[in-house]
């Protein structure tokens, strides 16, 4: 796939055409089976910022970040940013919780064109709900302990970000249709050009499946 411009320096992207959509949040808020649903919506391709990273390292981000360190992670997560912001739209892209946390990244992101941003929100309580009940249906409950130990300090860190950054999006008891319909209303609403949700989608499924997949972010 080409990527014009990869060799940009971080924080220089241009702002992309209409097509494009991001969204941002802390772990647990539903970016990765939100966008999914979004695309389908869309008809646009769909981009996992964190699975780019880990096919990359062949490992989980978790791996990745406990073998390599923060520091290490973060770099190759400003690459990756500024590498799929330049490539071809449509898009919709999700990025790790963590990624606002970078001035070159805020930078970044802040240069995309108005309305096309999202931030999914919802209380932390529940953010860490999602976040358990995922690792207890995996088996693995005490993986999550060492991510959630400081989870209240690291949101509250980038809460202002996500709420600088993104137009709000509530998730609290809405499905993953319900979420990515209200965006794309959101998109039309912007002049984006895209079409209205599939009326013989699922929007009505049980807030309860809302987020089926929650990732270990960092």
Not at 43 to 51: A, H, R, T
Request: aromatic share 6%; hydrophobic share 40%.
């Amino acid at each position: 796939m080409d990527r014009p411009h990869a060799d940009r320096p971080p924080g220089s992207p241009d702002s992309p055409p209409a097509g494009f959509a991001m969204l941002i949040g802390f772990m647990g808020a539903g970016k990765s089976t939100v966008g999914a649903e979004l695309g389908v919506q869309l008809g646009w391709p769909f981009i996992d910022l964190d699975d780019l990273i880990a096919a990359e390292a062949n490992m989980t981000i978790a791996e990745a970040f406990d073998r390599y360190g923060e520091s290490h992670f973060r770099a190759s997560e400003s690459r990756h940013l500024n590498e799929t912001l330049n490539l071809p739209r449509p898009m919709v892209l999700a990025v790790g919780g963590g990624i606002v946390e970078s001035p070159d990244n805020r930078r970044m992101i802040a240069a995309l064109a108005p309305g096309q941003v999202f931030y999914l929100e919802a209380p932390l309580t529940e953010m860490v709900r999602r976040c358990m009940e995922q690792a207890r249906a995996a088996d693995k409950p005490l993986s999550l302990r060492p991510v959630l130990a400081d989870a209240e300090e690291r949101f509250e860190r980038r809460q202002d970000h996500y709420i600088a950054l993104g137009h709000p999006v509530p998730t609290l008891g809405r499905s993953p249709q319900q979420i990515a319909a209200s965006i794309v209303r959101l998109l039309q609403i912007n002049s984006q050009p895209v079409a209205a949700p599939d009326p013989t989608h699922d929007a009505a499924r049980d807030p309860a499946t809302a987020h089926p997949e929650v990732k270990h972010e960092r």
